[in-house]
């Protein structure tokens, strides 16, 4: 009695393979084949600093590099033309990406940084990086990050940003994070394109 509804299910398979065959036909990638690199690669050229993790994010609004090592995170994102969402860098600097996740506040500019040999402000702002769960549901406070960042003009209407945060409550006392960061920072070649 098993052997028949056993041979049932299989002779029901193999009525399903042609169908199956026809709707998502199979097309491996030929083994000489590369993704895509990222548009960003054509306006900077950086080292992976040694121990980081680099992966190439696609399918988002906007081109965006990201090293990890940790806790540690370095963004480089492209903006700007008319099919950005953010076009200029004041409307960047205006929009969610840069102003803090906690109160709305525009970021706050510390200063200025180098940047493949020349000067660039420096900015600060808090955003959310997760949720942290407590017995009996969420946690009024989630966890916040400090993020740094500038914005570089690398064509007459595109843009670079380049960030660092650390995404953890802990402060980092050996300062590794942001020491590589700025040492990414000063290694970048940049290729402007007028």
């Avoid at 199979?26 to 895509?36: D, L």
């Avoid at 525009?106 to 959310?128: C, D």
């Avoid at 549901?137 to 916040?144: E, T, V």
Wanted: charged share 25%; glycine share 8%.
């Amino acid at each position: 009695m098993q052997s028949v509804s056993r041979q049932s299910r299989v002779l029901a398979l193999i009525a399903l393979l042609p169908a199956l065959a026809v709707a998502a036909p199979f097309r491996p990638r030929p083994k000489s084949a590369k993704p895509a690199a990222s548009p960003i690669l054509r306006y900077a050229r950086y080292a992976v600093p040694p121990g980081w993790k680099e992966t190439v994010l696609r399918g988002k609004k906007y081109p965006e590099i990201v090293l990890k090592n940790g806790l540690d995170v370095i963004r480089i994102r492209l903006f700007g033309g008319e099919k950005s969402i953010y076009p200029t860098p004041a409307q960047f600097l205006s929009g969610l990406d840069a102003t803090n996740d906690d109160s709305g506040a525009p970021p706050v500019r510390l200063g200025a940084i180098a940047v493949s040999g020349q000067k660039a402000a420096l900015y600060l702002r808090r955003y959310i990086y997760g949720m942290r769960f407590v017995k009996g549901g969420f946690n009024s406070r989630p966890p916040m990050a400090k993020e740094k960042f500038c914005l570089l003009p690398v064509s007459p209407d595109r843009f670079l940003v380049f960030s660092f945060a650390r995404e953890s409550q802990a402060v980092d006392l050996s300062g590794r994070g942001e020491k590589s960061w700025r040492q990414f920072l000063s290694s970048l070649h940049l290729k402007k394109t007028h």
